[in-house]
């Protein structure tokens, strides 16, 4: 077991190790504060923020993305948390074909019931959109209509996964004419400003996170019972509050699913874990990504960012987004058990 551990720990100081020399390479260590562009390998990076969120050009998504520039589309991700890719022409194919070069992919837990079939032929694809199978508009006050409310709190994807996520990659299908922004929130920045004495409180601390109770925030009517299914298709998982981020460098890791701090009485870790998401995404934090055109895709690193979805009119306008999540592979990939 001791041994195991060991080998385990030896792995993710590699990979950090590995990692850093990659940044170096690049010459991108530090989060520059300019706003001017800056290439990285076969990219020109745009930020949109003085901290974080870039939009990329140099990519040609007709053709398979060859591996150099995975590459450096992995040292751009970690440069800057969010990156943007305009009008990319990709279909739902290449969308999992581009992810896969990224990692192993999730399947799409099937919350509302192992019969329920999902809109899309891949298992590989969440529908983050409001229509259903037939391409109707979910009406106000379902029970998926509920759902989804719950992303429109600051999250980030699959934290009530035991083994947690790396990358989102968010794909437009059809976009509203109005709102439906994506919202990101800096959090590698934000906790790296904390006086140290704060951030001595923070380390070891171990959050639970649990998907129900997100729910319940959104909707605290309709989630006020959850089913056993539903209960028992997702478990809490734990998860250390701070982290190290693919930059060696320390991170926060909260987020509307985490509900409970280990050790706290329940009150008492509420107010902790609602304080740190405020804190985090004072104005200075955050970007909301617009969504220009059919094909805009948006990749962030959920461990280093956090999300929400803006509001739209959801009951006049559809909204068809898709998106693929990657499994983490870095240190902290399985959890705090
Ligand atoms: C998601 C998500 C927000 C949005 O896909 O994980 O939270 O703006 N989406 O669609
Ligand atoms: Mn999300």
């Not at 739209?312 to 306008?317: A, G, I, N, R, T």
Request: net charge neutral; aromatic share 8%.
């Amino acid at each position: 077991m001791a041994i195991c551990s060991q080998l385990k720990s030896a792995e993710a100081m590699q990979q950090i190790v590995s990692r850093l020399h990659c940044l170096l390479s690049y010459g991108i260590l530090s989060s520059t504060t300019t706003m001017e562009p800056i290439r990285i390998g076969s990219l020109t990076c745009q930020p949109l923020h003085p901290t974080f969120v870039a939009e990329i050009t140099g990519v040609d998504f007709s053709k398979p993305i060859p591996d150099d520039q995975i590459c450096d589309i992995i040292a751009a991700q970690d440069r800057f948390g969010v990156t943007v890719y305009r009008n990319t022409s990709l279909d739902d194919q290449r969308h999992i074909a581009l992810s896969r070069q990224l990692g192993k992919l999730e399947q799409v837990p099937k919350f509302n019931g192992p019969k329920v079939p999902d809109r899309f032929g891949f298992p590989e694809l969440f529908d983050a959109g409001n229509t259903d199978r037939e391409g109707k508009i979910i009406q106000k006050d379902s029970r998926r209509w509920w759902y989804n409310k719950g992303n429109t709190l600051w999250h980030t994807d699959s934290s009530f996964n035991q083994h947690r996520s790396k990358y989102s990659l968010l794909l437009a299908h059809q976009i509203p004419n109005e709102g439906g922004d994506t919202e990101f929130a800096d959090m590698r920045n934000a906790y790296r400003a904390f006086p140290e004495v704060r951030k001595r409180q923070l380390r070891g601390l171990i959050a639970e996170h649990d998907l129900w109770h997100s729910r319940k925030l959104a909707a605290p009517q309709e989630y006020s019972a959850v089913t056993d299914f539903e209960r028992a298709a997702k478990p809490s998982a734990y998860h250390k509050l701070v982290q190290i981020a693919s930059d060696g460098g320390e991170t926060l890791y909260v987020a509307a699913h985490a509900s409970r701090i280990l050790g706290k009485p329940e009150q008492e870790g509420l107010r902790l874990i609602g304080e740190l998401i405020e804190d985090c995404t004072q104005a200075g934090w955050t970007h909301a990504v617009k969504w220009k055109q059919v094909g805009d895709l948006v990749i962030w690193d959920n461990r280093i960012v956090m999300h929400r979805g803006r509001p739209f009119s959801d009951q006049m306008e559809v909204r068809d987004m898709r998106r693929t999540t990657v499994f983490d592979d870095g240190p902290g990939s399985l959890g705090a058990v």
